[in-house]
């Protein structure tokens, strides 16, 4: 009989999810804190690695979940070069690749890790699923006009392929027969555009749409401005693009539902800023709809954002015109992990072996 209980694991900046599935129903779900003064200790993010799996399995005996009780361990995908969609079993080569040679500096890189110490000491396997840095878009949609730049492909990919898988099975069609625009929409707006069963074009917060903590595409001959006029460092400067950017460098709040009530008062700056994230979106969408010469079957509307009645509203009227909008609303990171490797152990996926 196979054993289909999960433990998931969702490392954070500043905290650990972790949840634990009995087949596709979680059991429970728990998010660790962790303090930026507890962070402190630690000069490295792999080094939070043993503390952080402490309190995971303090968090088990809490629950009163044995450790041997689980058939697999699932941590969240981290920067690892590019890799293709779906399950990958962790080995100790992509453990030492997130450990010393990530792509980039992100707390995803101890999912891998921890998940692996884990189901190494009961005997087990751990995954990914899947990960950030999926990466199989065609040759032709990574060209930019500068040499030595392309477009890149790191984005939201473990929510936006959930949603599509989830239209594709509410509707009974085959993933790997239509043409598919997801999007995306939270602190970050992502669209990328599921064809064949290939996640082939992508458009995330460094080209695409403002959000409201990403200033998105930027006139860039303004940006080099601001690159060299002494204003800022480096670091000021990404802080600048990917946190205090976008809503919040406008109205001090990334808090859409605060942004929604100021609308809702009559803040005219507010109803601007609103309608033009929601335009921005739009044109995002239909800009990578040309990658399958329009011929698009459902566009999705997806992350904590897609819950804005009014935000979703708008993006309907802007793009109606591409293909049927479908709604799933949420950031439902936790259950497509448990899914994915579900499907694994059931025999409907197979998992890759990271090289």
Not at 129 to 135: C, Q
Not at 138 to 155: D, F, M, Q, S, W
Not at 209 to 226: C, N, Q
Not at 234 to 254: F, H
């Amino acid at each position: 009989m196979l054993n289909e209980k999960i433990l998931v694991i969702n490392p954070g900046s500043t905290s650990t999810k972790i949840a634990v599935y009995q087949a596709e129903e979680q059991q429970w779900t728990e998010s660790i804190s962790h303090s930026l003064e507890d962070l402190k200790a630690y000069a490295t993010i792999y080094d939070q690695l043993e503390m952080r799996k402490d309190l995971i399995m303090a968090c088990l005996v809490k629950h009163g979940d044995k450790i041997d009780s689980f058939g697999a361990v699932v941590g969240r995908g981290g920067a690892l070069p590019p890799v293709k969609t779906g399950a990958y079993e962790v080995n100790e080569k992509m453990v030492d690749t997130l450990h010393y040679h990530p792509v980039d500096q992100h707390a995803s890189n101890l999912g891998a890790g921890i998940a692996f110490s884990i189901a190494e000491s009961i005997g087990v396997k751990a995954y990914i699923y899947d990960a950030i840095t999926v990466d199989e878009m065609t040759e032709v949609n990574k060209v930019t006009g500068l040499k030595g730049i392309r477009i890149p492909a790191k984005g939201h990919n473990l929510n936006t392929r959930a949603a599509a898988l989830k239209l594709c099975s509410d509707k009974g069609i085959d993933y790997k027969k239509v043409n598919i625009i997801v999007a995306h929409l939270g602190g970050g707006i992502t669209v990328n555009l599921h064809s064949q069963g290939r996640i082939i074009d992508f458009f995330n917060d460094e080209v695409g749409t403002f959000a409201p903590e990403r200033a998105g595409g930027l006139p860039t001959y303004a940006l080099v401005d601001m690159c060299y006029s002494g204003k800022y460092t480096k670091e000021e400067l990404m802080k600048q693009l990917q946190r205090k950017g976008g809503i919040i460098s406008y109205l001090g709040t990334a808090d859409m539902r605060e942004v929604e009530k100021m609308v809702n008062e009559g803040n005219e700056e507010a109803a601007l800023l609103f309608e033009a994230m929601a335009l921005n979106t739009a044109k995002t969408i239909a800009r990578i709809a040309p990658s399958v010469d329009g011929k698009v079957d459902y566009i999705v509307l997806t992350g904590g954002l897609a819950y804005s009645d009014r935000f979703v509203t708008s993006i309907k009227k802007h793009v109606g015109f591409v293909g049927p909008v479908e709604v799933i609303p949420g950031e439902n990171e936790m259950k497509a992990l448990a899914e994915g490797v579900l499907r694994v152990i059931r025999g409907e996926e197979t998992a890759r072996i990271y090289e």
